[in-house]
């Protein structure tokens, strides 16, 4: 018969044991409720544990459990942390635990990320307006591309994107569904984005661990030097840092005009749209290292060039300073850090191109 002294005991003592203090699987042990069918979640300290329930748990820690359900997790699949959206955390547990992807029984599951195509139908927004289409994206391992066609008759992709400069971010806030995917790419020296969803939550995630695949290969043919740790940060990137802020023109005399900005740390650059759903860059700042003359500051003092916002950021380049205007403070402070934590960063011989580009095209 369970004692619950004797068991709450035992149960603390795994808990301080490494590798049981976090969820084995996001850091989020909460949203494991949402899936009864697929795992339990229960209190140390105020639910009842059977004898036999605490000896499975010492039997079976997060490492050893570890060791069966992700023995063979691709290096390009995407491990979400605590803070990512819960499509990519419901979908990871459930290709570990549901589907069993990672145990090396069902090879097959993880061959199709990497196959030579891999086709996806999604909804795609549109262009110029709101509405959501179908559209068929291709994914190719061959000549490292993504198309998308309008419908499946159509013979010419309606675009053909590289994966040299492609991203690819979950954006559910943004997109305003809770599996919106946001991919972003250069078209004629400017960025692109792209707005997709799916209904079904393992299709659109298994459409980006696709991209992530294809990214990887193209970056391992790019650098076949490196080493697959080096290379997976620079796979999908998160942003640094998005939200509006108001802007100035180049002379600082023009009146503030409200803005959608993006921080990329994938090219260096702060993007700013009219709107956070623009398929097309309004412009772009390059932003280099303090060695070469890239800085970042609180300013202070009101606007009087029609902005209504007053917690300012000075921008200082190699050709130009930039005023924005943040609404409150705390976001001033969020800008300003992230800011500083890119122009800490040191520069690679590509952000030294991407750097020359930009300056050719002003």
């Not at 899936?35 to 010492?58: A, C, H, N, Q, T």
């Not at 139908?121 to 291709?138: M, Q, S, V």
């Not at 919106?180 to 969803?197: A, K, P």
């Not at 380049?317 to 930039?322: E, N, S």
Request: proline share 4%.
């Amino acid at each position: 018969m369970a004692t619950l002294g004797r068991n709450n005991k035992i149960l603390l003592e795994l808990v301080r044991q490494p590798g049981n203090n976090l969820c084995a699987d996001c850091g989020a042990p909460g949203m494991h409720r949402n899936l009864p069918g697929v795992s339990k979640v229960k209190s140390i300290r105020l639910d009842y544990w059977e004898d036999s329930l605490v000896e499975f748990m010492k039997e079976r820690g997060n490492s050893a459990v570890k060791a069966i359900f992700e023995k063979c997790v691709p290096a390009f699949f995407y491990r979400p942390q605590q803070k990512d959206c819960l499509v990519l955390k419901d979908q990871w547990i459930r290709a570990k635990y549901e589907r069993r992807e990672f145990t090396g029984e069902n090879k097959s599951c993880l061959e199709a990320y990497t196959s030579d195509v891999f086709e996806s139908t999604l909804w795609k927004k549109g262009k110029d307006n709101k509405h959501f289409l179908k559209r068929i994206f291709l994914l190719s391992q061959k000549d490292f591309t993504l198309r998308y066609f309008i419908n499946e008759d159509s013979k010419v992709p309606k675009a053909v994107i590289s994966m040299k400069d492609l991203n690819a971010e979950f954006q559910p806030e943004k997109i305003g569904h809770a599996h919106g995917l946001q991919i972003s790419y250069l078209e004629d020296e400017r960025t692109r984005n792209l707005f997709v969803y799916h209904e079904n939550g393992q299709v659109i995630v298994s459409f980006f661990n696709a991209i992530r695949a294809t990214r990887l290969a193209y970056l391992l043919k790019k650098h076949p030097t490196l080493r697959n740790n080096d290379l997976i940060p620079q796979i999908t990137p998160h942003c640094l840092m998005e939200g509006y802020m108001e802007k100035t023109g180049p002379t600082q005399r023009e009146p503030f005009k409200k803005r959608w900005f993006t921080l990329s740390s994938m090219n260096r650059k702060l993007l700013y749209f009219k709107s956070p759903l623009d398929a097309t860059e309004l412009g772009a700042v390059f932003l280099g290292t303090e060695n070469h003359g890239y800085s970042v500051s609180e300013s202070s003092g009101r606007s009087t060039r029609g902005g209504r916002w007053h917690c300012g950021i000075t921008l200082e380049t190699p050709g130009r300073q930039f005023v924005f205007m943040c609404e409150q403070q705390e976001e001033q402070r969020e800008w300003i850090k992230a800011f500083r934590t890119l122009i800490s960063q040191p520069m690679t011989p590509e952000d030294y191109a991407n750097e020359a580009t930009l300056r050719r095209g002003k």
